[in-house]
């Protein structure tokens, strides 16, 4: 055999070496069992809103919003034209959550509107060179509370998030300047291994204090789970032409949203004579 794929051979094999002994490390049975579909508990909102600690201003930009829906417009909930709603609002779980747990990462998959999310279990620290996304950038740790020798909690925190963002679609704000920071723990209820728990605790210089709430989802009893597609784009009616949200009718004529409103600006089409 030639050396050269003597050397490759060689190579492939301390490899596959590798692979096996990182796979043999992640041992399943140290982790708790979240296999399975996880369904929600309750209506796809935040909180309250009267129980949220809001500052003056944005307890009144909160006002302005809730007024704005009112007359038919959609506040400052952005996710009606498919943006992502980011964290905090995908724990929400508007769709069933599937949590995949492998060695350096945790996996929460969520069909609705790029809900997915990552969370690095691997150890990193905290990078300066980090691009804002929706979702935010999470890093986590699971922990042995109990001392039994198995994980039953997974910590995680969450920062660099952008915007738009709001807690649900009431339009209940984050602050402007997506300074946000999340802190998750994520755990089953020791009662009942299908229920599981996320104790969420928000820090926002729109709040006058960190926020906590938990958030509760029931596992689903289907060995074999359907998992139902969602393309928020399609079909999507709502068009926004500068600061204005549109509707699409079935015949495809564009449509006002709200009593009064005005149409969009035309100066860049022929106008049909009259």
């Known amino acids: 055999m030639p050396a050269r794929s003597l050397s490759a051979?060689?190579?492939l094999a301390a490899a596959l070496t590798l692979a096996v002994a990182d796979a043999r490390a992640f041992d399943e049975t140290k982790f708790p069992d979240l296999k399975g579909q996880w369904h929600r508990i309750g209506a796809p909102?935040?909180?309250?809103?009267?129980?949220?600690?809001?500052?003056?201003?944005?307890?009144?930009?909160?006002?302005?919003?809730?007024?704005e829906q009112a007359e038919g417009r959609q506040g400052t909930d952005p996710?009606?034209?498919?943006?992502?709603?980011?964290?905090?609002?995908?724990?929400?779980?508007?769709?069933?959550?599937?949590i995949v747990v492998t060695p350096h990462t945790t996996y929460i998959l969520i069909e609705h509107i790029h809900d997915s999310r990552r969370i690095f279990t691997d150890g990193r620290d905290w990078?300066?060179?980090?691009?804002p996304t929706f979702a935010g950038y999470s890093i986590g740790q699971w922990i042995d509370e109990d001392g039994d020798g198995r994980y039953d909690v997974l910590v995680v925190e969450t920062r660099h998030m952008k915007g738009p963002r709001s807690y649900d679609s009431t339009g209940l704000p984050l602050h402007r300047d997506n300074r946000t920071v999340v802190k998750e723990r994520i755990f089953l209820a020791k009662a009942d291994r299908?229920?599981?728990?996320?104790?969420?605790t928000v820090i926002d210089n729109?709040?006058?204090?960190?926020?906590?709430?938990t958030k509760t989802y029931r596992r689903g009893q289907d060995p074999q789970p359907?998992?139902?597609?969602?393309?928020?784009?399609?079909?999507?009616?709502?068009?926004?032409?500068g600061?204005?949200?549109?509707?699409?009718?079935?015949?495809?004529?564009?449509?006002?949203?709200?009593?009064?409103?005005?149409?969009?600006?035309?100066?860049?089409?022929?106008?049909?004579?009259?």
């Open 243 to 274: 600061n204005e949200n549109y509707f699409l009718s079935a015949e495809g004529h564009l449509m006002p949203t709200r009593k009064g409103q005005p149409p969009p600006d035309l100066r860049y089409f022929k106008q049909s004579p009259k």
């Open 127 to 131: 990078s300066g060179d980090i691009e």
């Open 206 to 213: 729109a709040l006058t204090g960190p926020w906590t709430i």
């Open 9 to 11: 051979t060689f190579a």
């Open 79 to 98: 996710t009606y034209t498919c943006l992502s709603p980011g964290m905090p609002r995908i724990m929400n779980a508007y769709d069933p959550m599937e």
């Open 194 to 200: 299908n229920t599981l728990h996320d104790e969420i």
């Open 45 to 67: 909102r935040w909180a309250n809103p009267k129980t949220a600690p809001l500052t003056e201003e944005y307890r009144a930009i909160f006002a302005a919003n809730l007024a």
């Open 226 to 241: 359907i998992w139902r597609e969602a393309v928020c784009g399609e079909d999507n009616q709502h068009v926004v032409i």
